[in-house]
């Protein structure tokens, strides 16, 4: 079992910048990908970005393509989200999610972390 455990979440005003951090303990060794999701109040969770430990691949919701980066260290079992240029459209609650298969769906989940952009 993988347990996720997210930081960096807070209160800023638009065109500010965050650094989300995930860490995963457990059963880490079979983990073969790491992703944000986000859910805004009122609305179903949405994925934001993704990376795959091998080959590095990484894949982001249209709409923060450009502001966003994943990026990830193996070493630590860490996955970093840098959200650049925030918008008041960003503000949801940012869950860490990884996999042990990149063909399978996330399922194990973090409890999330506040993000809430001010305009």
Known sequence: QVQL????????????SLRLSCVATGRTFGIAAMA?????PGKEREFVADFTWSGRREDYLPSVKGRFTISGDNAKNTVFL?????KPED????????????????????R????????
């Open 112 to 119: 999330g972390t506040q993000v809430t952009v001010s305009s």
């Open 36 to 40: 944000w999701f986000r859910q805004a």
């Open 82 to 86: 840098q959200m650049n240029s925030l």
């Open 91 to 110: 503000t949801a609650v940012y869950y860490c999610a990884a996999k042990g298969s990149v063909a399978a769906l996330y399922n194990s989940w973090g």
């Open 5 to 16: 455990v997210e930081s960096g979440g807070g209160l800023v005003q638009a065109g500010d």
